[in-house]
């Protein structure tokens, strides 16, 4: 159980194009959804929290109107990379708890890699 | 403040030998704490997890690890590593609400 999809697994786009990932809980309903980006060789940082009906809490330095986030659904967050550059080229992951415990663990969606040139 | 530290950034290990990955943690209160791996270009799969009682659990994989409150420390720990188990692995530390601290993983690379 608690399985996680993300889509696309990989994008290219074009420099000022927008990009859209899809984060899909499958089995279970999340109310909250987290996403985080990955540079090479580094550890997951949280870019902003997405929350069932509500706007995104975003963490200090990322851009909201960039990285646009809608929760939309308990089953579904989408990320919009808007007006992409190359700097945004990394890998991108959901993830969200399994159940509303405390201690319950994530549960990571396999990420999307946004080349952007 | 809470944070997580993997020391090792890099560990090669020969096919079949055995494997500790170091975790430490800071956590003002009992800390919920888990271990993820990564292979190259996925998300990140839990192979265990511990919130209570026995402080040694078992994942998959054959991995175990040991959580030892009095070093702040939780373990990640194979007897013998297979080809497959190359791959990144994260420790992270979890409280309450959606705070989840993730260490700067340690790369495993198993030679034949």
């Known amino acids: 159980g608690a399985v996680v999809s993300q889509h696309p697994s990989r994008v290219i786009c074009k420099s000022g194009t927008s990009v859209k990932i899809e984060c899909r809980s499958l089995?279970?309903?999340?109310?909250?959804m987290f996403w985080y980006r990955q540079f090479p060789k580094q550890s997951l940082m949280l870019m902003a929290t997405?929350?069932?009906?509500?706007?995104?809490?975003?963490e200090q330095g990322v851009e909201k109107d960039k990285f646009l986030i809608n929760h939309a659904s308990l089953t579904l967050s989408t990320l919009t990379v808007t007006s992409a550059h190359p700097e945004d080229s990394s890998f991108y992951i959901c993830?969200?708890?399994?159940?509303?415990?405390?201690?319950?663990?994530?549960?990571f969606g396999n990420g999307t890699r946004l080349t952007v040139t | 403040a809470q944070s997580v530290t993997q020391p090792d950034i890099h560990i090669t290990v020969s096919e079949g030998a055995s494997l500790e990955l170091r975790c430490n943690y800071s956590?003002?209160?009992?800390?919920?704490l888990f271990w993820y791996v990564q292979s190259p270009g996925q998300g990140l799969q839990l192979l265990l997890k511990?919130?209570?009682?026995?402080?040694l659990v078992q994942g998959i994989k054959g991995f175990e690890a040991e959580f030892k409150r009095s070093q702040s420390s939780f373990n990640l720990r194979k007897p013998s590593v297979h080809w497959s188990d190359a791959a990144e692995y994260f420790c992270?530390?979890?409280?309450?609400?959606?705070?989840?601290?993730f260490g700067t993983g340690t790369s495993l690379t198993v030679i034949p």
């Open positions: 993830s969200a708890r399994g159940d509303i415990s405390y201690n319950s663990p994530l549960h």
């Open positions: 089995d279970f309903q999340a109310t909250t």
């Open positions: 997405s929350n069932e009906g509500s706007k995104a809490t975003y």
């Open positions: 956590y003002g209160a009992t800390p919920y």
């Open positions: 511990y919130f209570s009682g026995d402080t």
């Open positions: 992270a530390v979890g409280g309450t609400g959606n705070q989840f601290y």
